[in-house]
C-alpha cells in the first residue's frame, strides 16, 4: 500500500499534510514548491517556511529514497543496530548517499518500546529489528525493492496487552456509550462524568468533568473537541494500543463530549509515527457515519452535528503539549501558548476548545454506559478508575498493563517480570526516577503521577547514560521559544556528555544542578520545567554514579585551550614551554 495516498479525505487541505506529500514525492521540500502552496493555501510564505524548519520530518535538501530513522529511545532505540546497518550501505548517520539512494538517521522515540528495536522507514514502522536482519534490508535497499515487497512481518505491530481491566477487558458495542448519553441527556452526561471523578490521563490529571463544564460555559456559537494522540514521551505506546483496539469508542468519546459542550467539529492529532493506523482509523470514522455515530442528527437527535478529522504531527515532541498541539492544527509552528486564556475558553482558532488524552475519552465513553460510581469504585480517593501503563525495558513481559489505581510499583514490577530492577523511570523522562528503595510507592496523581509510561532499568544499566540520552531528547525537542528552555537545555546536555566522557569534574556537576532548577523554575511551559528531572532526581538518589566520574580536580574547561592555540603556535613557528599552557 502506499501510505500517501492514505492521507484522510480533506486531509490534503492541511498544511502539514501537504507538506508531507512533498516530502514523499521528492525526498525534501523542493523550494519552487513552496510559494504557489502558500498562495493556494491561504498562508504567509514565512508561515510555510516556519513550518518546514519546525517539524523534524520536512527536510530542506533531499534524503534518500530510503530514508531511514532509528529511534534513539532507551527502550525501543538501538543505534549500535544503526551504525551496523550504515557500514553495510556505506553511509555516514544524517549524510544522504553520493547516489541518492539511501540515508539513515536517529530520531526521538518511536513508540514502539514493546518491541524494539525500531525505526522508521519512509515513514513505515519496522519493529524487533535484530543485527541478523540487516544484510538482508541492506540488500532490500540496494536492489532498490519497494517497501510492499519486503517481508511484512518486519512491519507487523503487537498490540501486547498483558493485563486487562476496567477498560480493556469491557467490549462494548458499537454507540453503546453514545445511546445512553442522549437517553440520559447532556446534564446527566456531565453529572455521571463528575460523579466519575475521572481525572485526564495525559498527565496533568485535570478533572475531566470540570474542564467539559467550562468550555460548555464558556460564551461561543462554536466549541471544538480534540483527541491529543500525539504521545511523544520516551517510553509511552498506550495510546497506540488504545486506537488500534478501541478506536470507535475514543471517536465515540469525542462525540460524547461534543454532545455535552455543544461542539460540531473534533480532531484527532495523531503523532506522525503512527501513520500506519491512518487507513483503519478512517474506515473506522467511515463505518460510524454510516451508523449515524457522526454526521447530522446523530442518533436521531435534531441539532446533535459532530463529525472528526484526522491531522497528522510531524515529528515534534512539543505539540503534545496542548497548545502546542492548537497552533499545529491552525498550520503553525508548534509553540505552546501563553496561558491563560486556557483552551476551554480560547482554544482552536480563538473558540472554546477541550483537548483531552486518548485514555481519558475512552473512559469517558464506559462511564457513560455504566455510569459515573462504577467507575469510582476502583482507584483511590483522589485517582478514582485504572490506568493503562506501557511497561518497557528490562522485565519480561513489556507490553500493556492496566490496573487500579493505587498499586504499588512493587506489584507492577512482579506482574510484567521486572524485579530486579535498580531503577524504574515512571512518567518517561519529564516524570521521576524511581529507585529500589522506592518500589512501595502508589502509582497514583497522589504519590506517583504518571501519563503511563514505566521504564524499567536492570543493574546492569548505566544510569548516567540513561539520564543523558533524556537530556540529550529535552535538548533536541526544545521549540526555542523562551530562552531558559533554549539554552539552558543545551547546556545540561553539555555537562552531562562532559561528566559522561570522563572530564567533569565536583564543579560541573554542582553548576549543573544550579542550572537545572533555574531551567525548572523560569521556563515557559511543561517541557523546560521538567528537562531537568531526570539528572537531579539521579543526583538525589544515586549520587554515587555521578561521584564515580568526577575528576579528582576542582575545575577543567569544556574545551581543551592549550590544543586550541595549537594552530597558533604553527603560524608563528613556537612551541617552546611559553608557548604552551601549562
Ligand atoms: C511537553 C508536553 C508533551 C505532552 N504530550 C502529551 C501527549 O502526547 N498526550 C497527551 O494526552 N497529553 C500530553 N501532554 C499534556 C497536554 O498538555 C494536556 O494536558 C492533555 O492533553 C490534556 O488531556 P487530559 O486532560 O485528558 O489529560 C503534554 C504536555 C507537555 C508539557
Ligand atoms: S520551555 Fe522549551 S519547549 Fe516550552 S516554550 Fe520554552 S523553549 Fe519551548
Redesign the pocket.
Known amino acids: 500500500m502506499n501510505i500517501a495516498s492514505s492521507l484522510p479525505s480533506g486531509g490534503d487541505i492541511h498544511l502539514l499534510h501537504r507538506l508531507r506529500a512533498l516530502q514523499d514525492r521528492h525526498q525534501h521540500i523542493p523550494p519552487q514548491t513552496i510559494a504557489p502552496l502558500a498562495s493556494e493555501l491561504g498562508l504567509p510564505v514565512s508561515q510555510v517556511e516556519a513550518v518546514i524548519d519546525f517539524y523534524s520530518f520536512f527536510h530542506r535538501s533531499p534524503r534518500g529514497h530510503f530514508d531511514i530513522l532509528f529511534s534513539n529511545c532507551t527502550s525501543c532505540g538501538d543505534l549500535v543496530l544503526m551504525q551496523q546497518l550504515c557500514d553495510l550501505l556505506g553511509v555516514v548517520p544524517g549524510v544522504t548517499r553520493a547516489d541518492g539512494l539511501v540515508s539513515v538517521d536517529q530520531t526521538s522515540c518511536v513508540g514502539m518500546c514493546d518491541q524494539g528495536a525500531a525505526a522508521l522507514i519512509n515513514g513505515r514502522t519496522l519493529t524487533c529489528l535484530s543485527a541478523q536482519q540487516l544484510p538482508a534490508l541492506a540488500a532490500l535497499i540496494h536492489a532498490g525493492t519497494p517497501l510492499d515487497e519486503w517481508p511484512a512481518e518486519w512491519f507487523a505491530v503487537q498490540d501486547n496487552i498483558r493485563q486487562a481491566a476496567l477498560l480493556l477487558n469491557d467490549t462494548l458495542s458499537s454507540g453503546d456509550g453514545l445511546r445512553a448519553a442522549v437517553q440520559a441527556g447532556a446534564e446527566q452526561l456531565l453529572a455521571e462524568l463528575r460523579q466519575s471523578s475521572l481525572r ?7 478533572n ?1 468533568s470540570l ?1 467539559w463544564q467550562l468550555c460548555r460555559a464558556a460564551p461561543a456559537d462554536t466549541r471544538y473537541v480534540v483527541c ?1 494522540a ?4 520516551p517510553g509511552t505506546f498506550k495510546d497506540r494500543v488504545l486506537l488500534t483496539r478501541y478506536a470507535q469508542q475514543v471517536f465515540e468519546g469525542m462525540a460524547l463530549c461534543a454532545y455535552a459542550i455543544g461542539a460540531q467539529h473534533g480532531f484527532l492529532y495523531l503523532r506522525g509515527e503512527y501513520r500506519y493506523l491512518l487507513p483503519q482509523l478512517e474506515a473506522t470514522l467511515a463505518e460510524m457515519r454510516t451508523a449515524n455515530l457522526l454526521g447530522e442528527n446523530i442518533l436521531q437527535q435534531p441539532g446533535f452535528n459532530f463529525d472528526i478529522s484526522i491531522v497528522l504531527g510531524a515529528g515534534a ?2 505539540c ?3 497548545s502546542a498541539l492548537l497552533e499545529s492544527l491552525e498550520q503553525k509552528r508548534g509553540v505552546p501558548r501563553v496561558r491563560p486564556p486556557f483552551p476551554v475558553t480560547h482554544g482552536y482558532l480563538g473558540q472554546p476548545t477541550v ?4 485514555e ?1 475519552l475512552l473512559a469517558a465513553t464506559h462511564i457513560a454506559l455504566h455510569g459515573g460510581q462504577w467507575f469510582r469504585d476502583h482507584g483511590t480517593q483522589d485517582s478514582s478508575g485504572t490506568k493503562i501503563l506501557s511497561v518497557s525495558g528490562d522485565c519480561m513481559a513489556p507490553g500493556i498493563y492496566e490496573f487500579p489505581f493505587g498499586i504499588s510499583l512493587q506489584t507492577l514490577l512482579a506482574a510484567c517480570g521486572g524485579q530486579d530492577a535498580q531503577a524504574v523511570q515512571v512518567g518517561g523522562p ?1 516524570g521521576t526516577l524511581v529507585s529500589r528503595a522506592e518500589f512501595g510507592r502508589k502509582l497514583a496523581f497522589e504519590d506517583l503521577a504518571t ?1 503511563g509510561s514505566i521504564m524499567i532499568y536492570g543493574a546492569q544499566r548505566d544510569l548516567l547514560a540513561v539520564v543523558r540520552n533524556f537530556t540529550h531528547f529535552f535538548a533536541h525537542e526544545s521549540c526555542g521559544f523562551c530562552t531558559p528552555c533554549r539554552v539552558g537545555t543545551p547546556l545540561l546536555r553539555q555537562y552531562l556528555d562532559k561528566i559522561a566522557s570522563g572530564h567533569g569534574t565536583a564543579y560541573d556537576r554542582e553548576e549543573m544542578a544550579r542550572l537545572g532548577k533555574l531551567v525548572k523554575r523560569r521556563s515557559h ?3 523546560g520545567q521538567t528537562a531537568a528531572n531526570p539528572l537531579l532526581d539521579l543526583l538525589e538518589k544515586f549520587p554515587q554514579v555521578y561521584a564515580e566520574r568526577l575528576l579528582h580536580q576542582d575545575y577543567e574547561p569544556f574545551f581543551d585551550l592549550d590544543a586550541a592555540l595549537a594552530t597558533t603556535r604553527t603560524l608563528t613557528h613556537r612551541d617552546d614551554a611559553e608557548a604552551h599552557l601549562s
Open positions: 485526564g490521563r495525559g498527565g496533568a490529571g485535570f475531566t474542564k491529543n500525539d504521545e511523544g514521551e515532541y512539543i503534545g503539549e496542548e483537548v483531552d488524552n486518548v481519558t519529564s501519563g511551559c511543561g517541557l
